[in-house]
């Protein structure tokens, strides 16, 4: 197959982004470079090759980058963006997730696997109340390697339970990657989104659940049970009930809002960061210290997310204008296989590119140019709406492997800067892998059985 000048540009553009993402310069600059790098070379250097058509480009053109930011800093559902980072970096701060490793530790010690599901437990409560990775991972590191490691669990199981535990909240709404999602995906709204995500997550967690039983039963010397485990008793299950309260409250008064229709996910973000900081009020957690930091915080992590969005914005104007999105949509139409084979081939794009990008850059570039022609293909669901929150659940259960397989695993370099000396890169290595295969198995189910996706919407919206 012979390429045009323009798709050579188009994957030229694209391989010289991923190619930039190792000099270690910030994302933001990175899109923002090759955009106007290569619409200057289609405007000054190579213009008689791309002057026939739609393709003829003219420097100036980049103006319209800026009407398209605006529309950003206009979009209302962005705005639960900075809400839903300050209810988790306030909840972190609450102290509510040392009552639940402290109860939970009581009832479920002397079960197999006991510490490890105690640790899943507490991260599908924190999961459900933040959406925060790092402030996921690193607060079940503090609070429960080193109680698994005392209690003679391997490192490697450890650091594997930890890491992928972690990463629920990226997954089981509300989460910031489905507010993305759902932005950048034509005819998917955030609460559909977050319905349809909310099963899926939940059952990844009980996957987890099962398998660290299982380890507990088949392999007692990497999860034995604590020497000093002592007998259930009444006072427990009180004092769980009462650690479990607080968080149930704040995800019925955030997701309950939503899927009863009361809030739409913005307003719904506001109360979850106005009943965050009740909660740590609640905990004598609240200070003058405690609000800047996490107020700056959420600034830096918005400014951040932001920025990327900017840079995205203009390196998908710059793509598009040179053809880039229906060089996409003919490669991917003209793969000799199947609708089903041509989705299964992106997924497996989307894995692979998990290796090496954030799920930020994969959400603001690679899913809209995909989303057309899956919205196309006979697959899944018969409704195209349906269809549409199905695949994009199958993304977001994806991009969860892409915080742990190397070398861009975040949920691995937060686990390493808070872990013991003990806990090695090559234990946390070997420990994500039975969990990464895990989160594929529970993307294979999605997959075969989308009812797990589009049940709950389509309860709520009568479709």
Known sequence: ????????????????????????????????????????????????????????????????????????????????????????????????????????VKVLGRAPGGLAVTVAVIGLLLAASTGIIGASVVLLALLGLPAMLKSGYSPVFASGTISAVGTLGILIPPSIMLVLMADRTPGVDAGGLFMGALIPGVLL?????????????????????????????????????????????????????????????????????????????????????????????????????????????????????????????????????????????????????????DWIEITLIVLPLVAPVVAGLDVGPADTGARMIWFVVLVAVCLQTSFLTPPVGFALFYLKGVAPSGVTVTHIYKGVVPFILLQLSGLALVYLFPMLATWLPEVAYGR
Not at 21 to 48: N, Q
Request: with cysteine; charged share 10%; proline share 5%.
């Open 1 to 104: 197959m012979t390429l045009e000048f323009n798709e050579i540009l188009c994957i030229a553009m694209f391989a010289g982004f991923i190619a930039l993402l190792f000099t270690g310069f910030p994302v933001a600059w990175v899109l923002g470079g090759v955009s106007l790098v290569t619409a200057t070379a289609a405007a000054f250097i190579f213009p008689e090759q791309l002057a026939d058509g739609f393709y003829g480009m003219a420097f100036s053109d980049l103006g319209a980058v800026v009407p398209r930011i605006w529309t950003i800093m206009q979009n209302w559902v962005l705005v639960a963006l900075p809400m839903f980072v300050f209810m988790g970096l306030m909840l972190d701060r609450s102290g509510i997730a040392g009552d639940l490793m402290e109860n939970f």
């Open 205 to 357: 967690g009980i996957i987890y659940i099962v398998y660290m039983v299982v380890v507990g039963i088949v392999s007692p010397s990497s999860a034995p049970v604590p020497r000093d485990a002592r007998r259930l008793q009444l006072g427990d299950l009180v004092g769980v009930f009462r650690a479990v309260l607080p968080p149930a409250l704040l995800i019925l008064a955030v997701l309950g809002s939503i899927f009863a229709g009361i809030a739409t996910p913005t307003e719904a973000a506001g109360v979850g960061a106005f009943g965050a900081t009740l909660l740590a009020l609640a905990h004598r957690k609240l200070s003058t210290p405690v609000v800047r930091e996490v107020c700056l915080q959420t600034t830096r992590t918005t400014a951040f997310i932001f920025a990327i969005f900017i840079g995205a914005t203009a390196f998908s104007f710059v793509f598009q204008a040179l053809g880039g999105e229906e060089f996409i949509h003919h490669g991917l139409k003209s793969l000799p296989f199947t609708d089903h084979g041509i989705l299964i081939a992106v997924l497996a794009l989307i894995f692979i590119l998990g290796f090496f990008l």
